[in-house]
Each structure stands twice: as structure tokens, then as C-alpha cells.
């Protein structure tokens, strides 16, 4: 289906750390995953809006009741403060488009969304909940068949998206995935920096740093196999400034997302017909802020060596891929279709 002058297509990829939209006008944005609101009087006074999104929340953070509302790619249960963010979060993507909540001029939204391979039910009704009111067709996909869409990647191909909180991985044989063509498994990019904090602490045990630096750094200078230089980061240690080298605890950070990636790819591979499995092999397309670790692609590589070869390759737009593919689904999506997936 083809949008119009009264229709607006988006696709979103609501995501741990970053989230983007793609919209049918051509505007396509990025922002952290962060949502804060002031924490009182004096807060309110100097960042003068009641509500603080992406990277303005984030370098305001000591000021704000700062949420990062996703976890895993679905929202954190439990909390409806963090339902709240997820909707703030929502409205500041659309906003970012030229889309107005409000007006005789607004036009109809046709919104696809993409979710974690394996989401529970409980997690899309929540988020087809905090879409409620802003768009008036919602339809919820896997994240790994949105990039598989968006890059017409229909059959004989593997996509895996290596995100912040999941790494989802998805089977495409030439129809809409079943679940036994997907998967989803924890080890991603959260887990690489929980990994690294861990290993500083160790050896620097005098070291003070936050979970923001440890981020920055491993954006900076993550890698897999021989570093193209050495890793030195520069932080308090007992309140004096001090250079570390944190090569070797990067590289085993970064590496020990390797095992389970490597071993449900190979796992999803050999449930394909074996006729197929070649041809599957040769193509598997990374997406995701994480697939962009120098090294990653090479390193799946050898792991499909065991499987006789193959060859991996990371998608042109790997931020966009999934809100790219989300946009290509609303615009082709027939009324049926809408029927039939928006659930």
C-alpha cells in the first residue's frame, strides 16, 4: 500500500540504547534510548522543560530523574514511570519527523514497530499500549524481519541483529518467520560493557569510573581479534587523573559475545533444508549498533568454516536498518496484513 499526502508512514526501531524512526516524508532521525524528568525546583529552573529526551536527558542526567526505559528491547516491568518514558520517548521520535499529536491537518500514521525475536506477549500488549493515541495503525514485527524486509533479504538468508540489550537472530525462507526461525539471546552489547566494567575493577581496583564512560569507550575503541592500536583510557584513580591500558579487557569483553552468537547461528543453520543451507551460509547480513565491533564479521566467519564456509557481511545502514525495514512493511501492508500481524 502506498502512502499519501493524508497517510504518513513510519517504521521504529525502539532499542536499549538508541531508538530511530524512518518516516514516508524522508525524515530519519536517531536518539538514546533516555527519557529524565527534572528532580526539583532548582532542576526545573535551569533546563526549562518539563521533560528531557536522548542525549539532552543524558548530559543533564545529575538533574534529572533520568529512565532508561528498555530493557532488552521491550519495556522494564514493573515500573510505570518507565511506561511513561517509553511514551515520551515515542512522541519525541514523532516529533522529530514534523509529526503534530494534535490539528485538523494531522494525517493518519501507519506505524510499524519492531520487538525482540522471542518477545513475550505480555511485553508487545504493553507496548501496543504506549502506542495507543499516536499512531492509528500499529503493527508489532520482529526486529530481525524488519531489517530482512527493509533489505529485501526475503529467502535463503540469516540476519542477525547485534542491538544494546538482544541479539536477535532470524532464518528467511522466503515468507513471514515462524518462531522456530528466530531467536533471541541476552548477550549483546549491555553485556560487553557490564563485561568490561567488571574486568577494570579488577585490575584497577582504585579506578573510578560510570557506566556512561564505560560506553563511550567501548564505541571508541571495540574491537575483536588484533587491536589496531592500544587501548588507553584516561580516568581518576584515587582522585588522581591516570592513564590505563585496557586493551586486553576490552578485546575479552568485546570477544565474550562470540560463543553464544556463534553457537545459535550455527544451531538456526542446520534447521534449514539442507538443500538451502549453502546458500543461507553465504548470506547473513549483520544490523545493529554492535555489529559495527571491527573484527565481528571476520570472526562469524570463522565460525561458519565448521559448516563447510560461508560469508557474512554487515548491512549499508546498520542503525537504520530497522526502522528502514519498518517503513518498507507499512508502506507495503495490505489491510489484511495489518489484520493479521498487528497483534
Not at 178 to 192: H, K, L, Y
Not at 217 to 236: A, D, L, M, Q, T
Request: glycine residues 10%.
Amino acid at each position: 500500500m502506498e502512502d499519501g499526502n493524508d497517510m504518513l508512514c513510519m517504521g521504529i526501531d525502539l532499542g536499549t540504547s538508541r531508538s530511530s524512526i524512518s518516516a514516508s516524508n524522508g525524515e530519519r532521525h536517531v536518539v538514546e534510548s533516555y527519557v529524565g524528568w527534572p528532580v526539583d525546583m532548582v532542576a526545573r529552573k535551569l533546563v526549562q522543560k518539563p521533560v528531557l529526551v536522548g542525549r539532552e536527558a543524558l548530559d543533564n542526567r545529575s538533574m534529572l530523574e533520568l529512565r532508561r526505559p528498555l530493557a532488552r528491547g521491550v519495556i522494564k516491568e514493573g515500573s510505570e514511570k518507565d511506561e511513561e518514558a517509553v511514551v515520551e520517548l515515542l512522541r519525541h521520535l514523532m516529533s522529530l519527523v514534523g509529526l503534530k499529536q494534535k490539528g485538523a491537518n494531522r494525517p493518519k500514521v501507519r506505524a510499524v514497530v519492531g520487538v525482540p525475536a522471542e518477545a513475550f506477549r505480555v511485553s508487545k500488549q504493553r507496548l501496543r499500549g504506549a502506542m495507543e493515541g499516536l499512531a492509528d495503525s500499529i503493527m508489532l514485527v520482529s526486529e530481525p524481519f524488519a531489517v530482512a524486509y527493509g533489505l529485501e533479504a526475503l529467502r535463503h538468508a540469516m540476519i542477525i541483529d547485534i542491538g544494546a540489550g538482544t541479539t536477535d537472530l532470524c532464518i528467511m525462507q522466503g515468507r513471514y518467520p515462524a518462531e522456530a526461525d528466530q531467536r533471541t539471546v541476552p548477550n549483546a552489547g549491555d553485556s560487553i560493557d557490564e563485561q568490561l566494567a567488571t574486568a577494570i575493577r579488577e585490575r584497577h581496583p582504585g579506578a573510578q569510573f560510570s557506566i556512561h564512560m564505560i560506553r563511550e569507550w567501548k564505541e571508541r575503541s571495540s574491537f575483536i581479534g588484533e587491536p589496531k592500536g592500544r587501548v588507553v583510557i584516561e580516568v581518576p584513580v584515587k582522585g588522581k587523573t591516570t592513564d590505563l591500558d585496557i586493551t586486553d579487557e576490552m578485546r575479552t569483553a568485546c570477544e565474550s559475545i562470540l560463543p553464544p552468537i556463534c553457537e545459535t547461528m550455527v544451531d538456526l543453520l542446520v534447521r534449514v533444508e539442507p538443500e538451502y543451507q549453502d546458500k543461507v551460509r553465504d548470506n547473513v547480513i549483520l544490523a545493529g549498533g554492535s555489529s559495527l565491533i571491527p573484527g565481528l564479521s571476520e570472526a562469524l566467519d570463522r565460525a561458519l568454516l565448521e559448516l563447510g564456509g560461508g560469508r557474512t557481511s554487515v548491512a549499508k545502514d546498520p542503525i537504520f536498518a530497522g526502522s528502514d525495514g519498518g517503513l518498507a512493511i507499512a508502506r507495503d501492508a495490505t489491510g489484511e496484513d495489518w489484520e493479521r500481524l498487528a497483534v
